[in-house]
């Protein structure tokens, strides 16, 4: 069967039989790589459409096919607190689970649900990406861009030749991940970043194809693992800009993540969005609103995104308030002693190493 499908295109090399599905009748197979847990039929595809049932065996279609890398600042992530300073080697493949209105990357993301479903993407092994990474001066390995979960294969395997190298491994993910896959990262992982975009399965399901509750339970499960976890928010006129909603986003990290856990509250901008381009951007009001709702809750580190020059693009000590970190964009000073306030010597909650 194989054979035939390399006859119709297929590289059989990027191919891998998946490691989270489950066999059932008929020849159907049930993937459980995310909460979506998609019962795919013989010759089809499941959400993510990089995932496909051949001849009744389930098999990623995106293994070693990098459709982008680069070395971006970690600040771009966003995180702020793990390695600051530092380069990571961002890489990507195709797909995603989700199928958000306001997705920036919607070219790679969503390009294998049109009607040209080709999986491309350059060929790059696992033990390549770790030389990319060390020769570049990296510090770490960002699974981004796209979501890494449809990607499980190639991320697990570059993931352990990472950490076998001393590099740190980044997720930036959208938290709908299944528990297998965070039972089989969770050892390898060391910081995330996850959008949580709303609080209501509504929003969700309308905007992104989704649910909260699953993405709510990945964060605890996250953070009591011992993995460095960020949330940003995206602000989005009309839809999520939701006074209240700030307010239940900024209770949930204060009381189940815990008041150290940064959130960013990003600016829209609908110019490159997926389906949203005639929205407008966020006002400076609208941000300003959350991280205000962010401090009320005890928060003590709430970052405006996506609009340089914000003063509250820096982090500042939560005791005496200096200033540690002056941030423009992606580019910082630091003036913190090793993670801690220069002036009182209070904790920053930052990982340096």
Not at 89 to 111: E, K
């Amino acid at each position: 069967m194989l054979e035939l499908y390399h006859k119709l295109g297929y590289n059989i090399r990027t191919m891998k039989e998946a490691i989270l599905y489950k066999k059932l009748s008929n020849g159907a197979v049930q993937c459980q790589v995310c909460n979506h847990r998609c019962t795919i039929n013989k010759g089809c595809r499941g959400t993510c459409s990089v995932r496909e049932n051949i001849d009744g065996t389930l098999f990623a279609l995106t293994y070693r096919k990098v459709i982008s890398e680069a070395v971006d600042p970690v600040e771009k992530k966003p995180l702020f607190h793990f390695l600051p300073g530092s380069s990571t080697l961002s890489i990507a493949t195709l797909g995603c689970n989700f199928r958000c209105d306001n997705c920036q990357n919607w070219q790679i993301s969503q390009q294998p649900k049109t009607e040209n479903k080709n999986i491309i993407g350059d060929d790059i092994a696992p033990n390549q990406i770790i030389s990319h990474a060390l020769s570049q001066k990296c510090k770490s390995i960002s699974y981004t861009y796209t979501e890494p979960t449809v990607f499980i294969e190639y991320a697990l395997e570059t993931m352990k030749l990472a950490h076998d190298s001393g590099l740190k491994n980044i997720w930036v993910s959208n938290g709908f991940m299944s528990t297998e896959t965070l039972e089989l990262i969770i050892p390898y992982l060391d910081a995330i970043n996850i959008d949580l975009k709303y609080f209501d399965n509504k929003s969700y399901q309308k905007y992104c194809g989704g649910k909260l509750d699953p993405i709510l339970k990945n964060l605890i499960t996250l953070k009591k693992s011992g993995v460095w976890v960020e949330i940003t928010t995206l602000v989005i006129p009309g839809i999520s800009d939701d006074q209240s909603m700030f307010n239940q986003i900024a209770e949930f990290i204060f009381t189940k993540l815990g008041p150290e856990t940064p959130w960013h509250i990003s600016r829209f901008s609908p110019g490159i969005s997926f389906k949203l381009i005639d929205s407008q951007p966020t006002p400076t009001t609208s941000l300003e609103k959350a991280l205000n709702i962010g401090i009320k809750h005890g928060l003590k580190y709430v970052y405006v995104g996506n609009t340089p020059g914000h003063k509250s693009e820096n982090t500042y000590c939560p005791l005496c308030r200096s200033l540690n970190i002056d941030r423009l964009g992606v580019r910082i000073n630091r003036y913190d002693d090793q993670g801690r306030c220069y002036k009182c010597k209070k904790s920053l909650n930052i990982i340096n190493k």
